[in-house]
């Protein structure tokens, strides 16, 4: 059977995510639509695709939408049905809970395989998926496909996918960048950032821990804004595509990408955000590092070359 080539992006909320897939969105041979759960997305008539029009005017979405439909898929532009979620409390559980330890990956394990309300529909979601990833792919002609979801849990169930041949991108920003961005979009205090912050790591952490080595690259955010090319460069040999010779004017073509605002924005321009510099105090810094800084040595354990 051939698998589909997929890529992961897994990640830290606020951590460049949306930068990444753009620059991996230049290349021919990669399909995406950014996060492929498509959450967060609230009114969906108010809603604009990354190329500037009305998610529901774009050209591209309609026939999405169209592809689904003959194909008899359960999907719709306010619900794309791809999100692991369901309605029962235990299957929804069992779906969305974040990765902790052995013993309960072992309990999920037994109730999305042996519980069938669970395994109907985390079959349903899971098909729902493929199949639209099948249909990414062949509007966008490509052969890879690149999901930008970010969240691990996401990430555990494709790699169980056998239909799929998954590489995942790791990509990692300086915790201080990535916390204060987390406190201003959220309106949260340092605490409960620092708190998400560090239960994101321990689920990268026991996934990467248990992933071959060269099935993920680690790619520094700070480094990725700093000299693109090389990373872009890194990459792409690292999924074994050819380079390019420059990926970095990512607005001089059209993409169809779901996500943050910067979705939004013309200029091509990367630009490293230090924004934490200045808008934490040095207490606030200090406090930090002392929370962060074992789970943070234990993350860079998962960085290579980038």
Not at 28 to 45: F, H, Q, V
Not at 92 to 106: L, P, T
Request: hydrophobic content about 40%.
């Amino acid at each position: 059977m051939n698998k589909r080539p997929f890529i992961y992006l897994l990640s830290h909320s606020y951590s460049g995510s949306t930068l990444l897939t753009f620059l991996m969105a230049m290349h021919p041979e990669i399909a995406t639509i950014g996060e492929l759960k498509a959450t967060s997305m609230g009114d969906i008539n108010t809603y604009r695709c990354s190329c500037g029009e009305l998610l529901t005017k774009c050209g591209f979405w309609q026939a999405v939408v169209q592809e689904t439909a003959r194909r008899k898929i359960e999907f719709s532009l306010d619900n794309f049905n791809t999100h692991f979620r369901a309605e029962d409390l235990v299957c929804d559980k069992a779906m969305k809970a974040a990765i902790r330890n052995s013993f309960w990956e072992g309990v999920r394990k037994i109730l999305l395989n042996y519980f069938w309300p669970c395994r109907k529909k985390f079959n349903k979601i899971m098909c729902s998926n493929l199949e639209l990833i099948d249909i990414v792919c062949k509007l966008q002609k490509a052969k890879f496909f690149l999901d930008g979801s970010k969240d691990a849990t996401r990430l555990k169930f494709f790699l169980q996918e056998d239909s799929l041949d998954v590489k995942i991108l790791f990509l990692l920003r300086a915790p201080m960048g990535a916390i204060n961005s987390y406190i201003n979009h959220n309106k949260v205090g340092l605490e409960v950032a620092i708190d998400e912050w560090l239960r994101r790591s321990k689920e990268i952490i026991y996934l990467l821990s248990r992933v071959p080595a060269n099935q993920f690259l680690g790619i520094s955010y700070e480094n990725l804004c700093q000299r693109p090319n090389e990373v872009m460069g890194g990459i792409f040999e690292f999924l074994q595509l050819p380079k390019l010779d420059s990926a970095l004017n990512f607005r001089s073509v059209e993409h169809h990408i779901l996500g943050n605002a910067m979705r939004l924005k013309n200029s091509s321009e990367i630009k490293l955000d230090e924004k934490w510099k200045k808008q934490m105090s040095e207490c606030d810094i200090n406090f930090c590092k002392q929370a962060v800084g074992y789970m943070a040595n234990n993350l860079h354990k998962f960085m290579q070359k980038f």
